[in-house]
């Protein structure tokens, strides 16, 4: 089996879309709780709810789904960055993030070719959905997607650095 | 393994844009605006008496009282700022705002402030406003508004907004209507609705902005289904 090299550019790719990703997971997660966009804060309760009316201004998901999607979500966002940041299981983790991010890129482009009117609701403060939010997302799709396939081939090689396995007994 | 690289990227991009058009296919798209020549932009007079009557419920000042409802001493104020010509004003209205009315104006839990934000890329939608500001003037507000939101893409077509409004007045009450509309007495409370929302500022319509008692402001874009705006407003009204 190759061995891969320790600082090759997939892995370097990997370590970009890592950080990047767990910043803004973590960020748009405590955002969406907080809304530090809002003088006095809200209370937990309140901001879940002005999250789960952006959800719904998408006209995407039956009104319970954008509840419970609200409740969730912004602590999946937190958890999924911390789990991207420490590089556990990361072929698990950034698949999954993956995912979201693919659903939230469909999201913004329905609503964008839809013509709908509305807040994006990414980052909880108002942010007028328009081409650039489309964009931006789907750059990170992008990125969240290189990342993924990197981080599945680098997890065949073994690591420069990692202790070699004991030769088997002939 | 860079092919393959290429191949499992290309592939999950063209199965998302592919699930993109499905959906967009699949939904309901908002219809488009006919343009028409605009009618000719009102004159709008000084303040007068009409204005002057406004008041001001929980910090929420220049409410127009013919265009609010419920109780003063409600714990909620909730301005909606909309545009008769507007999809999905007309979609939050027929659905939303009722309900609302039903399960909380009547019961006192919230004031509803309805204010006009005619968008000037709507060719009659300033002309709507005027009707239905003046049925409200006379009390037959609900009834104008209903006809204008529910009929809204026959008139956007043919710019009949006359006819629909005077399809459910009497000749009497259209007579009053028309005077009041012809007068341009109630036209700087229109212009005054739209000023307070580009102060918000109102981006888009529908817009709404739920006012607690200790001065908190809620903005609310688009529209909202009822049972998710129920889950604020609950708590909100507690």
């Given at each position: 089996?190759?061995?891969s090299?320790?600082?090759?550019?997939r892995?370097?790719?990997?370590?970009?879309?890592?950080?990047?990703?767990a910043?803004?997971?973590?960020?748009?997660?405590l955002a969406?709780?907080?809304?530090?966009?809002?003088h006095?804060?809200p209370?937990l309760?309140i901001a879940?709810?002005l999250f789960?009316?952006?959800?719904d201004?998408y006209q995407?998901?039956?009104?319970?789904?954008?509840?419970?999607v609200?409740?969730?979500?912004?602590?999946?966002?937190?958890?999924?960055?911390?789990?991207?940041?420490l590089g556990?299981r990361?072929?698990?983790?950034?698949?999954?993030?993956?995912?979201?991010?693919g659903g939230?890129?469909?999201?913004?482009?329905?609503?964008?070719?839809?013509h709908?009117d509305?807040n994006?609701?990414?980052?909880?403060?108002?942010?007028?959905?328009?081409g650039?939010?489309?964009?931006?997302?789907?750059a990170?799709?992008?990125?969240?997607?290189?990342?993924?396939?990197f981080?599945?081939?680098?997890?065949?090689?073994?690591?420069?650095?990692?202790?070699?396995?004991?030769e088997?007994?002939s | 393994?860079?092919?393959?690289?290429?191949l499992?990227s290309?592939?999950?991009l063209?199965?998302?844009?592919?699930?993109?058009?499905?959906?967009?296919?699949?939904?309901?798209?908002?219809?488009?605006?006919?343009?028409?020549?605009?009618?000719?932009?009102?004159?709008s007079?000084?303040?007068?008496?009409?204005?002057?009557?406004?008041?001001?419920?929980?910090?929420?000042?220049?409410i127009d009282?013919?265009?609010?409802?419920?109780s003063?001493?409600?714990p909620?104020?909730?301005e909606?700022?909309?545009?008769?010509q507007c999809?999905?004003?007309r979609?939050?209205?027929?659905?939303t705002?009722?309900?609302?009315?039903?399960?909380?104006?009547?019961?006192?839990?919230i004031y509803?402030?309805?204010?006009d934000?005619?968008?000037?890329?709507?060719?009659?939608?300033?002309v709507?406003?005027?009707?239905?500001?003046a049925a409200?003037h006379?009390?037959?507000g609900d009834?104008?508004v209903q006809?204008?939101?529910?009929?809204?893409?026959?008139?956007?077509?043919s710019?009949?907004?006359?006819?629909?409004?005077?399809?459910?007045?009497?000749?009497?009450?259209m007579?009053?209507?028309?005077?009041?509309?012809?007068g341009?007495?109630?036209?700087?409370?229109?212009?005054k609705?739209?000023?307070?929302g580009?102060?918000?500022?109102?981006?888009q319509t529908?817009?709404?902005?739920?006012?607690?008692?200790?001065?908190?402001?809620?903005?609310?874009?688009?529209?909202?289904?009822?049972?998710?705006?129920?889950t604020?407003?609950?708590?909100?009204?507690?």
């Open positions: 089996m190759m061995q090299a320790p600082f090759n550019y892995r370097i790719v990997i370590w970009i879309g890592r950080l990047v990703l910043f803004i997971f973590i960020y748009a997660g969406k709780m907080i809304r530090w966009d809002m006095p804060r209370p309760g879940r709810s789960a009316l952006q959800i201004s995407m998901l039956p009104p319970w789904a954008s509840i419970q609200a409740r969730w979500l912004p602590w999946a966002e937190i958890a999924l960055g911390l789990l991207l940041l556990w990361l072929k698990i983790w950034s698949t999954l993030v993956t995912l979201i991010v939230f890129f469909f999201a913004v482009l329905r609503a964008y070719l839809l709908l509305i994006c609701g990414c980052f909880a403060k108002p942010e007028p959905l328009n650039l939010t489309v964009l931006r997302d789907g990170l799709f992008l990125l969240a997607i290189i990342m993924t396939v981080a599945f081939q680098e997890a065949r090689r073994p690591h420069a650095w990692a202790v070699p396995a004991p088997r007994p | 393994m860079s092919r393959r690289f290429a499992t290309v592939a999950i063209s199965l998302a844009c592919l699930g993109t058009l499905i959906s967009v296919a699949a939904a309901t798209p908002q219809k488009a605006t006919t343009k028409k020549p605009a009618p000719p932009a009102s004159k007079t000084p303040a007068s008496a009409a204005a002057q009557t406004s008041v001001t419920v929980n910090g929420v000042a220049d009282p013919a265009k609010a409802f419920g003063k001493n409600a909620v104020v909730m909606i700022f909309s545009d008769f999809p999905a004003c979609q939050l209205f027929t659905t705002t009722q309900r609302v009315m039903d399960n909380y104006v009547n019961n006192n839990k509803i402030v309805h204010r934000f005619p968008l000037p890329m709507h060719a009659y939608s300033r709507a406003a005027s009707y239905a500001r409200a006379i009390g037959k009834a104008v006809a204008l939101f529910q009929n809204q893409e026959k008139w956007e077509m710019g009949d907004v006359k006819g629909t409004v005077a399809a459910v007045l009497t000749p009497a009450e007579k009053k209507v028309q005077t009041l509309v012809e341009k007495t109630l036209e700087p409370l229109i212009d609705d739209k000023q307070l580009m102060a918000v500022p109102v981006n529908p817009t709404s902005i739920i006012h607690t008692r200790d001065g908190q402001s809620y903005p609310v874009v688009g529209y909202v289904s009822y049972d998710v705006l129920k604020l407003l609950d708590q909100l009204t507690k």
